[in-house]
């Protein structure tokens, strides 16, 4: 092939800090992920909810007699003796699945990858630590999240205001942004550091997929099977899935059982161990991979 | 404009595990072009790898231009350019994308990491490929985008590992044609790490030899491609008598092809007069005597063949 021997440009700019490239991190690999179509797939199921809500808002708050029989099921608003019926619980947890499904495919485009074609060595090469690698795929992950259950819930608060008499509902209600954003966050950072230490593990798909189901799957039918064997509910901890519902349910206010009380401070702890491995190992993995690779 | 040399090494050693990497070496690396050669495991990445950044030395100082690296390494870092030996492919990614990432790494902003990005895929010669996926394209192709991922932050320097490596001859002359006009253009410092000893003889002005971890030469190529005084080429006519009493008082003597030339070593003390009155002794006539010409590759071999056989033995 001819070389185009155009002239050489010098460049002078500014250039900005490595948190800063952590941001580019994020970008690619968003867009890596939305080049493939199955996730845009996964997207558009994951919005089918989202637009049954729409809808039901639409009909509980616009069509008389129809609209009272929504709203005995879900309930919009912060009520602490409704929480059970709290439509934006039910529509997170809903979302959840999604959630578990996307990344269950996302694991080995989001970092599996990177490991296996070294594009791990093109981001440390570039004066990036292995923490600011790590926050930039964090952050793609918890974007992918946020974009099917914190993104469309909030939504829902926005509709559900606009269809209300006054705009007194988003002032009066505002504790509903601070569940969702709670839930979503709890969510982002366990599935987050979960799915990144299986990827950088396992690296291809079917491996990360399979894993990360049976880590779910497995981990609740153990917890329970242990539970009833021994009668006490601390083994419901080892239920991941689990213990991440406890703990966004706590920002909503509500305990599915009265036991939850009292675990849910145990399932934070148990996150949060869990969350400190998946980074250490993640850390280890790339400190071990800059040396020798 | 600050005159310090790209990288001064002050008694750096560096261990993984039990394994000396590089064994307490000092070197300075000058503004220019440097060859960095050595065999397989002679600590060539590893010396890179630590002006990068991405290690830190057990032990020594590393200054870069002029600064404590580990004082301003982030800041330090994003002076060098550099091109890694192994693809590193991100699937998915367009050809300009990848570029524009690269400049985003390095702390440009979106807008401008695109604009630059399409200017030095033009520069590199895959302008009309720059939309393509990264995976499809060819060796070469691909050896062009990573040239054009470390210059798109217009570094002052580039580290360039291996960046003829894979490609076919016509390939690789127009990478080297690629390099020496920016190095002519871009007026940078390179910093070539290769195997290639003839890609070194062609670019570089000086040359850094590792073996086994320690610098066996560095300084200027050019010394050390000059004629040798202690080897000569021999053509004579007579008896080859008078090389039997060459043999005898210590010249190495290498027999050529036919029986009227030969390599001769000489020990030290010894002049070409010597030679001659030698052979006129014994009844031999010489019409040749040429001092050996060494390429770089013979250099390299009887450098790192001596390092090997004498350890503690430095340039």
Redesign the interface.
């Known amino acids: 092939?001819?070389?185009?021997?155009?002239?050489?440009?010098?460049?002078?700019?500014?250039?900005?800090?490595?948190w800063?490239?952590a941001?580019?991190?994020t970008?690619?690999t968003l867009?890596?992920v939305f080049?493939?179509k199955v996730f845009w797939i996964l997207l558009a199921l994951g919005m089918l909810n989202f637009l049954l809500y729409f809808a039901l808002i639409y009909a509980g708050t616009q069509l008389p007699g129809v609209g009272d029989r929504i709203m005995e099921r879900f309930d919009f608003t912060v009520h602490p003796d409704a929480q059970r019926r709290n439509g934006y619980l039910r529509f997170m947890e809903q979302q959840g699945l999604v959630v578990m499904v996307m990344m269950a495919f996302a694991g080995s485009v989001i970092i599996g990858?990177?490991f296996r074609?070294?594009?791990?060595?093109?981001?440390?090469?570039?004066?990036?630590s292995p923490w600011h690698y790590l926050w930039g795929k964090w952050l793609a992950v918890a974007v992918l999240l946020g974009s099917v259950t914190v993104l469309p819930a909030l939504v829902l608060f926005v509709e559900y205001g606009m269809f209300t008499s006054d705009f007194h509902y988003w002032w009066e209600n505002k504790a509903v942004v601070v569940s969702v954003l709670g839930y979503g966050l709890v969510m982002a950072v366990v599935l987050g550091a979960v799915l990144l230490a299986l990827g950088a593990w396992l690296r291809k798909t079917v491996p990360i997929a399979i894993t990360w189901t049976s880590l779910f799957l497995l981990s609740a039918a153990w917890s329970e099977q242990l539970r009833r064997t021994t009668g006490d509910p601390h083994w419901r901890l080892l239920n991941l899935w689990r213990d991440i519902r406890c703990v966004g349910r706590a920002f909503f206010g509500f305990y599915a059982r009265r036991e939850d009380v009292q675990l849910a401070p145990w399932a934070a702890g148990a996150l949060a161990a869990v969350v400190l491995i998946c980074v250490g190992y993640l850390w280890a993995k790339l400190v071990h991979w800059?040396?020798?690779? | 404009m600050c005159e310090a040399p790209v990288a001064r090494l002050t008694e750096v050693t560096h261990r993984?595990g039990s394994t000396v990497a590089l064994d307490c070496i000092s070197l300075q690396l000058p503004r220019g072009t440097v060859g960095l050669v050595g065999n397989n495991g002679a600590g060539k990445s590893t010396l890179l790898?630590i002006l990068?950044?991405?290690?830190r030395p057990s032990q020594g100082q590393v200054e870069v231009f002029g600064v404590q690296l580990h004082q301003a390494?982030?800041t330090l870092?994003?002076r060098f350019g550099?091109m890694?030996e192994?693809?590193?492919?991100?699937?998915?990614?367009q050809g300009v994308?990848y570029v524009a990432?690269?400049g985003?790494?390095?702390?440009?902003?979106?807008r401008?990491s695109f604009r630059?990005a399409h200017?030095v895929l033009?520069?590199?010669?895959l302008?009309e490929l720059r939309y393509r996926p990264v995976e499809q394209y060819s060796r070469?192709?691909l050896q062009r985008l990573k040239l054009a991922a470390a210059l798109v932050?217009?570094p002052d320097v580039l580290l360039l590992d291996e960046p003829t490596n894979g490609l076919d001859p016509p390939g690789r002359d127009?990478m080297l044609?690629?390099l020496e006009?920016?190095i002519a253009?871009?007026q940078k410092s390179v910093v070539l790490c290769t195997h290639l000893l003839g890609d070194v003889q062609r670019l570089c002005e000086h040359v850094v030899i590792l073996a086994r971890g320690r610098v066996v030469y560095q300084g200027p190529l050019a010394p050390l491609l000059q004629l040798r005084t202690d080897q000569y080429l021999v053509r004579w006519q007579g008896s080859q008598e008078w090389l039997h009493h060459l043999r005898c008082q210590g010249v190495q003597i290498t027999p050529g092809a036919n029986g009227s030339q030969a390599l001769l070593g000489l020990p030290s003390g010894w002049s070409t007069q010597r030679l001659f009155q030698v052979a006129q002794q014994h009844g031999a006539i010489l019409h040749t005597l040429r001092p050996v010409e060494e390429d770089l590759q013979s250099v390299f071999l009887r450098l790192s063949e001596k390092a090997n056989s004498d350890p503690k033995a430095e340039a």
């Open positions: 092939m001819q070389i185009d021997l155009a002239h050489y440009h010098r460049w002078e700019g500014r250039l900005r800090g490595p800063y490239s941001l580019a991190v970008r690619a867009r890596q080049r493939r990858g990177d074609q070294r594009g791990v060595s093109f981001y440390l090469a570039h004066g990036l800059r040396r020798w690779e | 993984y790898k990068l950044g991405m290690l390494a982030s870092r994003r550099y890694a192994a693809d590193a492919v991100l699937p998915l990614l994308e990432l690269s985003q790494l390095y702390g440009m902003s979106r401008q630059r200017e033009g520069y590199v010669g302008g070469g192709n932050h217009d127009a044609r690629l006009d920016l253009q871009g």
